[in-house]
């Protein structure tokens, strides 16, 4: 797994509040294993094993494809920019994530 990858759990009742994805932001992986499977704990197996290796040489990344960034400049401000990606569906979302 990725070092800034997080699962975050209610102290109280344990339950799943949130799961980030290497670059901080909500995994969407995890979202969409949770709706395809309506349980927590698959979603959480799923998940966590995208990021092992045997799983990365036969399925791929679960994280964005390797592409360069796209990069906005105005005003001498550049923000940088990639598509998400989707790798259950092996498509782009049509939103982007900034880095």
Do not use: H
């Not at 209610?10 to 969407?28: D, H």
């Not at 494809?65 to 001498?76: C, I, L, M």
């Amino acid at each position: 797994m990725g070092l800034n990858c997080r699962i975050i759990k209610n102290p109280q009742t344990g339950k799943v509040e949130n799961v980030e994805a290497p670059n901080g932001a909500q995994s969407l992986l995890y979202s969409d294993a949770l709706e395809t499977t309506g349980n927590e704990q698959e979603a959480l197996d799923l998940w966590a094993t995208s990021y092992i290796d045997e799983f990365k040489e036969i399925y791929g990344n679960s994280e964005f494809p390797t592409q360069d960034s796209n990069v906005f400049e105005k005003d001498g401000v550049k923000i940088a920019f990639k598509d998400r990606y989707n790798p259950f569906q092996k498509e782009y979302t049509g939103e982007i994530e900034l880095e």
